[in-house]
């Protein structure tokens, strides 16, 4: 299965780091939405879009990504977030807008990433040492039970 995983990792690379190693475990393409202004997704079958959370939400550009993007009926889309707690499903408000586009998310993976934005910043962030080698591992089992 032809795969690609876009992604947005702007602030520590954990989410650079996440998608990379999905990436090598399914010989996917790998492609950073904020240094290519245009994508063409349509000649794969499966996307992964990953990005970090930013006010309990995706990044904006892979919003916008989704927004702008036509997938094909046939496509296969799964969502990928880091972010410094792990309390809710920070990939909601992405799942809805796909759905209101008729697209379908087989999955989403999400695992802690280290976090020092807004206040945690002031405390030296949380989070420290995230996603370390056991999250990469789940990370990898995710992708591989997708097969």
Known sequence: MKTAILYVS?????????????????????????????VTISDYDRIGLASGCFYGNMHETLRQFVEKTDFPAEQEVFLVCTCGC??????????????EKGVTVSA???CRG???FGPFGKIGGIAKGHPN??????????????R
């Open 108 to 110: 989403s993976f999400q």
């Open 10 to 38: 702007v602030h520590h690379g954990n989410t650079r780091k996440v998608a990379a190693a999905m990436a090598q475990a399914c010989s996917a393409e790998l492609i950073d939405l904020t240094a290519q202004a245009a």
């Open 86 to 99: 792990v309390y809710r499903d920070y990939t909601k408000a992405v799942k809805k807008m796909l759905q």
């Open 133 to 146: 080698e056991r999250d990469l591992e789940k990370a990898t089992a995710f992708i591989k039970r997708m």
């Open 114 to 116: 280290f976090d020092t």
